[in-house]
């Protein structure tokens, strides 16, 4: 079945850092990736999507491109602030799923001033 | 705006109970899901709903069951709580078919003793 795969956190970084999150995934189909934000205390928001090979999402200095050949979708930030500690969750969504819904485990990050 | 509320937000009961968690939303989105959340495990899908009068399982239904008798409720129902069931429970709603971005409340943590 459907799966993703992103790396393990938590990852520190200092505030300015660049920031590469992993994400890996398996389908049999063709599906729309996503990530997810997720503040403490609260509960998921949609960070940025993709929806073809190639396509690149992005939203509030986050980026990321749908990569069908190495079935990646990682996610990259060239400035963090602390503002951006939370949990990051990639997901998946195709019609093999009957476009449900499949998370990663979800990576932590925190960002010191 | 449009919303999803959870209640309640905490809650702690003891096993053997009967426990209802309730999320209702203003999106009129047709698609519910409930979620819960545990380190390392990220999200699982427990029910979800295409409509009204329509339910499914999930991949962790066992102990669970929701019923849809209108568009924007979807409570989920712990017919004998079990010690393993304490997590942080997730609605989220998807306005139709296709792989559409999820939105979701802002959970319930729920401790069974």
């Known amino acids: 079945g459907d799966s993703v795969t992103q790396m393990e956190g938590p990852v520190t970084l200092s505030e300015e850092a660049f920031l590469t999150i992993n994400c890996t995934y398996t389908a049999t189909g063709y599906p729309s990736l996503f990530w997810y934000v997720q503040y403490p205390g609260e509960g998921l928001q949609l960070l940025l999507k993709a929806t073809k090979a190639d396509d690149k999402g992005s939203n509030k200095g986050f980026e990321a491109t749908y990569r069908k050949e190495t079935t990646s979708f990682h996610l990259e930030k060239g400035s963090v602030q602390v503002s951006d500690s939370a949990v990051y969750f990639c997901a998946l969504s195709d019609s093999a799923g009957g476009f449900k819904t499949i998370f990663g485990a979800g990576t932590r990050l925190f960002v010191k001033a | 705006d449009a919303e999803i509320t959870q209640s309640p937000r905490h809650k702690i009961t003891e096993t053997g109970r009967q426990v209802t968690l309730a999320c209702h939303q203003t999106w009129n989105h047709n698609n519910m899901f409930w979620y819960r959340q545990d380190l390392g495990h990220g999200l699982r899908l427990i029910h979800y709903?295409?409509?009204?009068?329509?339910?499914n399982k999930g991949e962790v239904s066992d102990g669970y069951s929701v019923s849809r008798s209108n568009t924007e409720d979807l409570p989920l129902t712990l017919e004998s709580a079990a010690s393993s069931q304490t997590s942080v429970y997730f609605c989220?709603?998807?306005?139709?078919?296709?792989?559409?971005?999820?939105?979701f409340g802002p959970g319930t943590r729920l401790l069974v003793l």
């Open positions: 709903s295409y409509g009204v009068q329509d339910t």
């Open positions: 989220a709603t998807a306005s139709g078919q296709g792989a559409q971005t999820q939105y």
